[in-house]
């Protein structure tokens, strides 16, 4: 039984979740009062939920008193997956490697493509995501390998919605975007150039298991290297059967859960500067 809401058929445990979503979309800390008008529930009752939530630790105060995500929160969301990352994160070591490029692993989140895990190359590139970060699906080459070998109704729904333009070269026409997928279900890779930001090219190879597709194994470097890349599909498609034969039973999708930040390659610091 649901406990006592203002908002029918909103349970307690809908209104903590909407707490902590508000720190899935934004890191920012915030107060009391903005936690209050960013969710719709009364002050009040944010005050008892917040409460319990840094009682429990999922949320902590910073040194303004305002709320952020709590440590406690972060070790758990570690647990979840951590077989399938282990397993993952030597082999994109080995892919690193290989190419010396950047190098990364995604899933499909709801309409966006979720980097799970990245190791940096040397090389600078204009990066556009980080690790535990989306970006639109249709924008990335890791993005369109997950939608060209989605169900067709999952792949229509995005599709149909209206697509972002993250530089003036991305592709966002419909029909295009659907010819284009089937090009890249047939040669079972996707590239793109200067799509999500202007300097950078980036190529990707799926992942299967079960016979669906699960992740997307993804390498980015430079636009001046774009002639070249389709040179390291047989090393991504190489690990990317790897992944497939070593996670056994797990599922995949449970690499949805955090990463840590940076893999030895270069600086993990890297991406802000670059």
């Known amino acids: 039984m649901a406990g006592r809401t203002s908002q029918p058929g909103q349970s307690v445990t809908g209104r903590v979740l909407m707490i902590l979503e508000l720190f899935e979309r934004s890191l920012a800390a915030r107060s009391l009062s903005e936690i209050s008008t960013e969710t719709g529930l009364p002050l009040s009752t944010t005050h008892r939920l917040v409460g319990e939530l840094e009682s429990w630790g999922a949320l902590q105060r910073d040194a303004n008193g305002r709320y952020q995500i709590g440590l406690r929160l972060w070790e758990l969301g570690q647990h979840a997956g951590r077989q399938v990352r282990e397993i993952a994160r030597p082999l994109l070591q080995d892919l690193f490697t290989l190419t010396q490029e950047t190098v990364h692993i995604a899933v499909r989140e709801r309409a966006e493509a979720l980097y799970i895990d990245r190791v940096y190359g040397t090389r600078r590139v204009p990066q556009a995501s980080r690790v535990g970060g989306r970006l639109p699906l249709h924008a990335t080459a890791v993005g369109k390998v997950l939608l060209a070998f989605e169900e067709p109704w999952v792949r229509e729904a995005i599709i149909s ?14 029909d295009a975007l659907r010819a284009e997928l089937a090009v890249v279900r047939t040669r079972s890779f996707a590239t793109t150039v200067d799509e999500t930001r202007i300097g950078a090219t980036s190529i990707a190879v799926p992942v299967f298991q079960n016979g669906l597709v699960g992740a997307a194994l993804g390498l980015v470097t430079t636009t001046d290297a774009a002639t070249s890349i389709e040179r390291h599909l047989p090393a991504l498609r190489g690990i990317a059967r790897r992944i497939e034969a070593s996670v056994g039973h797990f599922p995949l999708q449970s690499l949805r859960q955090p990463a840590s930040t940076g893999r030895k390659g270069s600086d993990p610091e890297a991406e802000t500067r670059r």
Do not use: G
Request: aromatic content about 0%; overall charge neutral; cysteine-free.
């Open 161 to 174: 919605r209206p697509l972002e333009s993250r530089t003036p070269l991305t592709h966002v026409d419909p």
